[in-house]
């Protein structure tokens, strides 16, 4: 099962070995993520390192460590802050696995499946919402509770100051001290639905931050209501809580759909919510902290650069301003955070968790897809790959358009569609088929339409080009004349008996 806190997930990760105390005096700025960054890309208990399809990204890096290195982190003397910081606590697939209560992420693929039934509706629109609307009559609906809260045992307001907290910086020239792993909480001014997002905070002084979200988030969405009221925006930036609260707020949900529902589905129950002190808003019990204010709905401020999951930094640009008016924490908490940057970090691994848990919610969107892999190089937005059973002429070039326009798949920049018997999750066998079937006049695709906001390359900010590769056995019909050889295969039989036979020859 998941865990209720963060500090309880802290102190299982301990006891088994896969959280390391690091009672030194560090420099928020700096020094923690350098630590990290060759931690998380670091060997695991067991030796291996962290891979992409079924080899490592990268050659072993002598700054890295050894065996049972990559291990959550839990600094006891941040420079500045008497709280410790904990990182690192989702930076490999086993503390993923435990945070999400489950052996394999194809378990909680298994139960999205289940909510989607087949007698539900026909139409696509209808069966996504039915499955969703489940999650709110099988138990899983937050309960608001009054009284005492774990995450408001202390609660300040005059006094409230955030540069008390472990706040790190992360890359050298990033514009400032960043919350990283803040679980943002916005509810609509009309309809009342609540988001959780993940949305990165610029801190700027002691009650004033830099609020980065993107116009797409159901969060900025949120605060364009209030702003068209003339109204501030409430919002509060929790951190910790529930062990499955940091993926909750990062699933890529429908507008509209409550990400709390989400996490009690994750939990097994609903979560228990409490009102926060200074804003109309309620919040995880469980928290470690909250963080409460407004967003301004007239100033704005310069917010980044910022070092992102891309590998580069994010432009600077104007943001809106949120206003601290209290910060409540339990006794003793812990300050959960993350770094972001190149491939593996712990985003990489969260990513991953909505690849397998959210694929039958695609294939729901699309039936053609088999199974798909968004591989470590391409930060997820700017690759796929997907596997597809071919049955006609340009059946690969349906298959890209309909992933261009499915959800947050519609920023995916390069599509490769294989056939049925390539393995997807390995890149080597992709890009030989990519390499063996592909005509570059043929076989690729360019289209224009959105992209992701930090796709530097794009020529414009959020638009630009993509690309679809067609690595699926060509057919009649799609411009092949020449007989399409045949693939490499050894038969069964052979294999079978070569296979029982092995140690006679003399290998282990």
């Known amino acids: 099962m998941p865990y209720d806190t963060l500090q309880e997930f802290l102190q299982v990760l301990e006891s088994q070995g896969d959280l390391r105390r690091i009672t030194a005096p560090v420099d928020p700025v700096l020094e923690i ?4 960054d060759r931690v998380s890309k670091s060997p695991t208990r067991d030796g291996q390192y962290p891979a992409v399809g079924k080899a490592p990204f990268a050659a072993p890096n002598p700054q890295h460590g050894t065996a049972g290195v990559n291990q959550a982190l839990l600094f006891e003397q941040v420079r500045g802050s008497d709280i410790p910081l904990a990182i690192n606590t989702f930076g490999s697939f086993p503390r993923v696995h435990q945070a999400l209560g489950c052996e394999h992420l194809d378990e909680l693929a298994g139960r999205i499946a289940g909510l989607l039934r087949p007698e539900m509706p026909t139409r696509l629109m209808d069966k996504l919402k039915k499955g969703l609307d489940l999650l709110k009559i099988g138990g899983y609906a937050p309960k608001i509770r009054t009284g005492a809260a774990l995450c408001q045992q202390v609660v300040l307001t005059d006094t409230a100051d955030l540069t008390r907290l472990p706040i790190i910086q992360c890359w050298p020239k990033d514009g400032g001290r960043y919350i990283t792993l803040g679980q943002v909480v916005t509810q609509h001014p009309e309809t009342g639905s609540r988001n959780l997002g993940m949305y990165r905070v610029q801190v700027l002084d002691k009650k004033l931050t830099a609020m980065h979200w993107h116009k797409h988030h159901d969060g900025a969405r949120h605060f364009r209501a209030w702003a068209a009221m003339n109204k501030p925006c409430p919002l509060a930036i929790t951190l910790g809580g529930e062990s499955v609260l940091p993926y909750a707020a990062t699933a890529p949900l429908p507008a509209g759909v409550d990400e709390h529902f989400f996490a009690g589905f994750l939990m097994g129950r609903g979560l ?20 409460e204010g407004f967003v301004d709905p007239e100033q704005t401020v310069l917010e980044g650069p910022f070092g992102d ?3 580069f930094y994010s432009l600077a640009d104007q943001y809106p301003v949120f206003r601290v008016t209290a910060i409540t924490h ?16 712990e985003d990489f691994y969260l990513g991953k968790a909505t690849e397998r848990i959210f694929l039958p919610l695609l294939r729901l969107m699309i039936p053609d897809i088999l199974d798909y892999e968004l591989p470590m190089f391409g930060v997820f937005h700017n690759c796929a790959f997907i596997k597809i059973r071919k049955e006609y002429p340009y059946h690969a070039r349906k298959v890209m358009h ?9 920023w995916t920049k390069m599509i490769v569609v294989v ?10 066998d992709v890009m030989f088929h990519v390499a063996a079937n592909v005509d570059p006049r043929r076989d690729t695709v360019i289209v224009d339409g959105p992209l992701d906001i930090l796709d530097h390359a794009a020529p414009a900010i959020g638009a630009g080009s993509k690309l679809g590769i067609d690595a699926t056995k060509k057919c009649v019909g799609e411009g092949q004349v020449r007989e399409w050889p045949e693939e490499l295969v050894m038969d069964d039989d052979t294999v079978d008996r070569v296979t029982q036979r092995w140690r006679e020859y003399g290998f282990s």
Do not use: F
Request: proline share 10%; with cysteine; charged share 20%.
């Open 330 to 345: 339990r006794r003793n908490p812990v300050y959960p955070t993350t770094i972001v940057g190149k491939p593996p970090q």
């Open 33 to 36: 993520a350098e630590i990290t």
């Open 419 to 428: 056939d049925e018997h390539v393995d997807v999750h390995s890149v080597d």
């Open 402 to 410: 309909a992933v261009w326009g499915a959800g947050q798949m519609a």
């Open 309 to 311: 999951h891309t590998g």
């Open 272 to 291: 228990d919510l409490v009102p926060c002190k200074t804003i109309p808003l309620e919040v995880s019990a469980n928290c470690e902290m909250v963080i």
